[in-house]
């Protein structure tokens, strides 16, 4: 099967209905969260795990950015909305099960500059990756 195709059919279910998939909704990144994810720093924390960073593949269609790896799924969405650029990214895992949802988030105005929004993404794939790992070694 196309992954291309079976990408784009989990974005469409996804975002018909994101209430459903992520009941919390998409995180609004703010000052707040930037403070939460400690992204505040001018000089930047390196990531501890060299092996974190992995390849992806990019794939663009329909006005959005689709990477693609053995571990996770990423849908980046830039959009305007009341005159006021944003990005949204929906991030999910990559599994043999299936494609499964994690989280999503949105920048918008001062926010929503690649720096910022590839820092939020990396901070949240590696939490992602740390929970998936503390779950598999409590199987």
């Given amino acids: 099967m196309n992954n291309n195709y079976l990408y784009e059919e989990h974005y469409n279910r996804y975002l018909t209905n994101i209430n459903q998939w992520l009941p919390d909704g998409l995180i609004e990144v703010d000052i707040n969260t ?12 390196e990531s501890a795990d060299p092996q974190f960073m992995h390849y992806f593949k990019a794939s663009e269609s329909n006005g959005k950015l689709t990477l693609s790896n053995q571990y996770f799924v990423i849908w980046i969405t830039p959009d305007i909305q009341d005159d006021i650029p944003q990005t949204q990214v929906l991030i999910a895992l990559n599994k043999e099960s299936g494609i499964h949802l994690e989280l999503g988030f949105v920048t918008n105005g001062i926010y929503n500059n690649s720096r910022i929004v590839l820092n939020i993404l990396e901070k949240y794939l590696k939490d992602i990756q740390e929970t998936e790992e503390t779950i598999e070694n409590i199987k």
């Fill in 34 to 45: 930037l403070q939460y994810l400690n992204l505040l720093h001018f000089k930047r924390e």
